[in-house]
């Protein structure tokens, strides 16, 4: 299942955290066979954050993790999507967001395990 944690610096409403969520579950639908019904989002609010030694007002990390490895070109309109989502519900400007994506071969949840080159 994909994984997202987002630290921000902002303290949100729950109707922002909503419109958040459901903006990052579109942003995933980009990547095949992913869909916002399997997202597992971790929203860290609240977060001092400093960039370069200078503390941020108005910053968000996302921490992207997901089974499996997609094409380059997917990832970019992937990541681009997640900072439009965040921009257009928080107003947090572009160069004041960072994302990373961690693929992984391997995954558990909901009982099973999952491997991308072993399998029982």
């Known amino acids: 299942m994909p994984y ?5 610096t902002q303290k949100l409403t729950e109707e922002k955290r909503k419109e958040l ?3 990052l579950g579109k942003a995933l ?3 095949p066979g992913k ?8 929203l860290e ?3 001092t954050m400093y960039v370069g030694g200078k503390r941020q007002e108005a910053f968000a990390f996302i921490d992207v993790r997901y089974y499996s490895r997609f ?3 997917i990832k970019k309109k992937f990541t681009k999507a997640v900072f439009d989502a965040i921009h257009r519900v928080l107003g947090i400007a572009y160069e004041n967001m960072s994302l990373n994506i961690a693929e992984l071969s391997s995954w558990g949840g909901f009982g099973d395990f999952k491997d ?5």
């Open 45 to 47: 609010e609240g977060r």
């Open 4 to 8: 997202m944690k987002v630290s921000l």
């Open 116 to 120: 991308e080159f072993y399998s029982d």
């Open 29 to 31: 639908g980009i990547i």
């Open 71 to 73: 094409e380059y070109h």
């Open 35 to 42: 869909d916002g019904s399997m997202l597992i989002a971790d």
């Open 21 to 23: 969520v459901d903006g």
